[in-house]
């Protein structure tokens, strides 16, 4: 029997946790056909996989390129997520996503925005399934799956309202539950909500329950960004004294599940703050007694201790609620100061701990690079005003790096136990863009976790964490074809050399390529190969629940 193309004399992990095995893969019209474990095939091309492995393709299941995918260059910006071997994103996180918008929708969603985009441009479309198809039309650089952001549906339904403690009004949930429903139904695979960023800062666990209630109908999986991921925070009271604000925060997210009987994935499960790290045993145990009730949980996590966000993200919800104003009235930045630096001393995290990664203008771009330790002192003024000064001439919009997630240098005990756990899936968490300076995730997540934590540190089988990035992912969101090989999938695979694998990112250069992914293949085709992007044509597929 002849195929398009055969992986010839390679070692098979296919995704499953299975053993790996020695097979020649036929692939024909872009599916795997055939795998043949006792018997040599024969194709009109063949890829020759001796001493590698070949593996589905990795599918990064917390993705920000939202903003990018759009654009008419997006496959150039992205390309570092090929080439580390991602050919699925799951985008539409932490409550952002392009769609539904409406015309007074936009300009709030483009100002929400902003850090994760590489500029403006326009929505053409108003609905989840036009937004599909206009993707699927313009072409994809890689697979994508989307989710309905919680901050979307806000400001569609309840405009600058969103952006306030202002409850929805009963009309406002009607509204908010329909275009929930609708865009599941056009093909969104789930509902994700950013409480710990506006508007999601805002909304109440009323709402929340409300609008999970018809994800669960429709069969979908609820993703979040939690309130706290810190032991103390500004979003419980009281502030010291009783259960760890980060542990609440994971409880009364168990709690809205099981209320609603939907499936839930933890985003980006992190410790924040040296003082934090202690916390991460009730967490997990938290989880693990969760799922034996019953309840349908699990998480993602990166393999750095370092990750992505904006300035505003250390601002409690009341100086959030009129932000433009606040940040300039010197009574509330005394107040606002004072609880900084008490979460400061009580976290164990400092100003040196964050790094400005893109600072939106010109005037800030000398200090892209730096921690703000380093941007007080070159700017002549205290920590906290420096902060300050950035946040407001970003108009909160900033881009930073913050350290001391779940560890810090090679003190990773809480990481480890997180990447560990069988119900983790490896993420990237990345905000690609060619502004600024760059996440290390954005270039070396999934070689990092098979290098350093499967092959190095020997934290699980590389059968395992391949699961993990492949077919674990693929169940929880729920995607079809993709996460296996097994004939009849889809034939999106990464050839890697196991020994050479690698991350290569350092503090001082993020960017820095991998080692070790040989070969990227799409439907079949060969689109990546020895870190060079190698077919002008997309192959990728918008995907649809």
Known sequence: MDFDLVISNGTVIDGTGRPRFRADLGIRDGRIA????????????????????????????????DWILPLPDHDQILAPLLLQGVTTLVTGNCGFSPAPVTEG????????????????????????????DVLAGDGLLLNAAFLVGHGALRYAVMGDRADSAASPTSEDMDALRRLTRQALREGAFGFSAGLAYAPGVFARNQELLALLRVVAEEGGIFTVHGRA??????????????????????????????????RLQLSHLIFV??????????????????????????????????????????F??????????????AGALRRLKREIDLLRWMLGLDYGDLTLLWGRGPELAELEGLDFA??????????????????????????????????????????????????????????????????????????????????????????????RMTSFPAERIGLGEVGRIAAGYRADLVLFDPQAVADHTTPERPDAPPTGIRAVLISGQLVAREGQVISAQRWGRVLRR
Request: aromatic residues 10%; proline residues 5%.
């Open 34 to 65: 055939a795998i043949a474990t006792g018997e040599r095939l024969t194709g009109q091309q063949t890829l020759d996989a001796t001493g590698l492995i070949v593996a589905p393709g990795f599918i990064d299941v917390h993705s920000h390129s």
């Open 229 to 262: 991921y810190t032991w103390v925070s500004p979003f419980y009271t009281p502030l010291v004294g009783g259960t760890p604000h980060n542990v609440r925060s994971t409880r009364e997210l168990l709690s809205l599940a099981r209320q609603a009987g939907v």
């Open 273 to 314: 703050g040296r003082r934090t790290w202690r916390t991460y045993r009730t967490v997990l145990r938290d989880i693990e007694r969760a799922v034996g009730e019953g309840v349908d949980v699990a998480f993602d996590a990166f393999p750095y201790t370092v990750g992505n966000s904006t300035v505003n993200v250390i």
């Open 105 to 132: 929708s936009i300009p709030l969603l483009d100002n929400f925005s902003e850090m994760l985009r590489e500029r403006a441009f326009p929505y053409r479309w108003r609905s989840m399934a036009e937004f599909l």
């Open 316 to 329: 409690p919800a009341w100086f959030l609620d009129g932000f433009e104003e606040k940040i300039n009235d």
């Open 374 to 467: 380093a941007i007080a002192r070159r700017l002549g003024m205290p920590q906290f005003a420096a902060y300050m000064h950035v946040a407001r001439m970003s108009e909160g919009k900033a881009r930073i790096l913050l350290g001391t997630y779940s560890g810090d240098g090679e003190r990773e005990e809480a990481l480890r136990a997180v990447l560990a756990h069988p119900r983790c899936a490896f993420m990237t968490d990345t905000i690609l863009t060619r502004r600024g300076q760059h996440n290390p995730a954005s270039f070396g997540t999934f070689p990092r976790v098979l290098g350093r934590y499967s092959r190095d540190l020997g934290l699980f089988s590389l059968e395992e964490a391949v699961r």
